[in-house]
């Protein structure tokens, strides 16, 4: 083994200790300080916010305590403190703040997202799709949910215009909003309203016009005549929150034709969307003796949604609804894929 | 649609008064005022380096011109023995060698710490002018939302108050409290206006002016406050999504002016400290640099606006 000369010595050493110092530096994704979540939900948390920052160069930390002063004051220092979209990359970063004595929540914006992320899209969120989950105590899921929303804005700005301001801005100069987090205070029944004139179709057609028409009204009560029995248990136990309802209406808004697919025993039915329309999940449905309802069990089971949003099943998981997929391929991850032509 | 516009539209449908349209649309024009400096008076200048220039120019002249004559002009043969390095001594040309390096050190280090603390300065002083002009941009921000905020409560009252009427004949007591708080607004704009006139960067040397300026932003948001608080009572109008964006807007507007003057502050602190420090102090004075007021807050301004839903 070739000897180091003894005057690189020094070099090295330094390079050693410069790279221990910044990996020491290296602030978690996830410093939850006031206990809120599992170990397994802060993995999960940081891996999903790990991929905001690989795909859009968003660097989202989130940090939880108790008493933590003038929450304002406390995000915007600690933003400043943790070097958060620091330079080198473009800047771009996030801060969720939880006082959970305080029951107080914000989200803190650099300089160059408030375009992207204005405040009053920050105060949408918190107030229409995080707080909902905090009321049911679900910390981990309620921030999850809000990085799917935060995601699609950042798809949509990156297909659109772009990110504004590229330049570093020196973090954030206070754009964001707080809202109460109401932890644990339980779900808002306001949104669980009655099924008055939502009734199922006599077509599969009819009734998802329905479901989209109780979803625009942000009408989230689980037992419409839409839903399956099975679906209206599970609906229950759900948090639909009205961000949730708003998004679902305006994306598959977006969505080109569908077409509708029927089971040979007459009792399935599918809607689909085309290849393309990746983002554009297809409806079960099941008929019962008051029409066709919607069967949001087994799409629950079967369907989930990749980083950038687009849909497919899960891998070699049985699928009664398979009849309406035979002419595309399911490859091995469970992505539709179109038939190569013979 | 600009705040002027929106104006002129709410003075159009009666919403607001012609003297609440005027001071609510001279506040724009202070602010315009205030961040576009004419030509010819920008931030201040000096002249920073005139020492620096005479201590250059001493030593180039000495390095040209070396006192004492030349002493071979005479036509005497040069004994270049004195000029030679002797066993256990320096000869003359190391001694005059010697002599301008001293001089070099004795005047050169200074006039470079001297450059050096004059650009430290510059640079802080730099620092306060763009915290400041930050904080001057939030303002104006707040400003702009102030018609947004008059429009969307009034049009509401309006219709609420026309069904009021409808059923018991009754007048909203919401507007009357409106046509209140959008006075005091009006006035407390005003305010701004006269104290941001005619001042330039010579504003932030001022203390008892940045207090003032402060009292009254300070009295704008209570104005906001007293306007949220009306629309607050009308649970409608509260869980609606476009009140909770424009209170999301207020929100982070007053939070964007806290942390810009939390900023300022601290330039201003750092500024203020280093004109202070010797040998900062001396430079400082020779530069014309002066103390910078803080924008502090009195009782009345730590009490931050809230504008959060109950």
């Keep these: 083994m070739p000897r180091t000369s003894r005057s690189r010595r020094p070099l090295i050493l330094l390079a050693v200790l410069c790279l ?29 916010h790990g991929f905001l920052l690989k795909d859009h160069d968003i660097d989202y930390r989130v940090v939880t305590g108790r008493d933590l002063g003038d929450i304002n004051v406390f995000a915007a220092e600690r933003f400043a ?32 997202l408030e375009g992207v992320y204005p405040d009053a899209f920050v105060a949408y969120v918190e107030h229409r799709q995080m707080v909902p989950f905090f009321g049911a105590g679900r910390i981990a899921d309620g921030i999850l949910a809000t990085t799917e929303l935060i995601v699609t804005r950042a798809q949509r700005a990156k297909a659109n215009a772009g990110f504004d301001g590229e330049a570093w801005h020196g973090g954030s100069g206070g754009g964001g909003a707080t809202a109460k987090a109401g932890i644990g205070a339980g779900v808002d029944p306001g949104f669980r309203k009655n099924g008055t004139g939502i009734a199922a179709g006599r077509t599969p057609g009819e009734t998802l016009a329905q479901y989209f028409r109780a979803m625009a009204r942000r009408n989230a009560a689980p037992d419409l005549d839409i839903y399956t029995p ?26 080109g034709a569908s077409e509708t697919r029927f089971g040979p025993d007459g009792r399935r039915a599918v809607i689909r969307y085309g290849l393309k329309e990746r983002q554009c999940a297809p409806f079960f449905f099941l008929r019962n003796a008051d029409g066709w309802a919607l069967d949001l069990t087994v799409m629950q089971n079967l369907i989930r949604f990749g980083r950038d949003n687009s849909w497919h099943f899960v891998a070699r998981a049985a699928n009664p609804y398979a009849f309406a997929f035979t002419d595309w391929r399911i490859d091995r991850r469970g992505y539709p894929r179109a038939r190569k032509q013979r | 649609m600009s705040s002027e516009d929106r104006i002129r539209a709410l003075e159009n449908e009666g919403i607001l008064s012609t003297d609440q349209a005027r001071l609510l649309s001279e506040s724009f024009e202070s602010f315009e005022a205030a961040e576009t400096r004419p030509e010819g008076t920008p931030w201040p200048r000096r002249a920073p380096y005139i020492a620096a220039a005479v201590a250059v120019g001493a030593v180039l002249a ?126 407390a704009q005003k305010a701004t206006t006269e104290l941001l006139k005619g001042k330039g960067p010579g504003l ?43 209170q999301a807007q207020l929100e982070g507007t007053e939070n964007r002016i806290n942390v810009a003057r939390m900023r300022f502050n601290a330039a201003v602190k750092e500024y203020n400290g280093a004109i202070r420090r010797m040998p900062g102090s001396l430079v400082a004075r020779a530069g014309n640099f002066r103390r910078k007021a803080y924008f502090q807050s009195d009782a009345e301004a730590r009490r931050a606006p809230d504008f959060k839903i109950p």
């Design chain 2, 62 to 187: 000495y390095l040209i011109f070396p006192w004492g004559g030349d002493p071979v002009s005479d036509g005497a043969i040069q004994d270049v023995t004195r000029s030679l390095n002797q066993p256990g001594g320096y000869g003359e040309m190391n001694k005059s060698v010697s002599g301008i390096l001293g001089v070099l050190v004795l005047l050169i280090v200074p006039l470079i710490a001297w450059v050096w603390l004059h650009n430290n300065l510059v640079s802080k002083e730099e620092r306060v002018f763009e915290a400041w002009a930050q904080t001057e941009s939030n303002f104006q921000r707040r400003a702009d939302l102030i018609p947004v905020l008059i429009e969307t409560v009034s049009r509401y009252l309006r219709h609420e108050t026309e069904t009021l009427q409808a059923v018991t004949g009754k007048r909203s007591e919401g507007t009357a409290a409106l046509g209140k708080a959008i006075d005091d607004l009006a006035a």
């Design chain 1, 20 to 48: 221990g110092l910044a990996a020491c530096d290296e602030a978690p994704l996830v410093a939850d300080g006031a206990g809120l979540m599992s170990a397994e939900q802060k993995d999960r948390l940081a891996l999903f």
């Design chain 1, 81 to 112: 403190a943790l070097k958060i979209g620091q330079p080198g990359r473009s800047g771009r970063g996030l801060l969720l703040v939880i006082d959970a004595k305080a029951d107080l929540v914000r989200l803190e914006v650099s300089s160059n």
């Design chain 1, 230 to 255: 099975a679906t209206q248990r599970m609906l229950r136990r759900w948090v639909v929150t009205p961000a949730q309802m708003d998004n679902l209406v305006r994306a598959y808004r977006r969505c």
């Design chain 2, 204 to 246: 932030l040397d001022e203390d008892a002016t940045l207090r003032d300026l402060l009292a009254a932003q300070t009295r704008v948001g209570s104005g906001i406050s007293a306007i949220v608080a009306i629309a607050e009572q009308y649970p409608e109008l509260r869980s609606s999504d476009q009140f909770l964006q424009l």
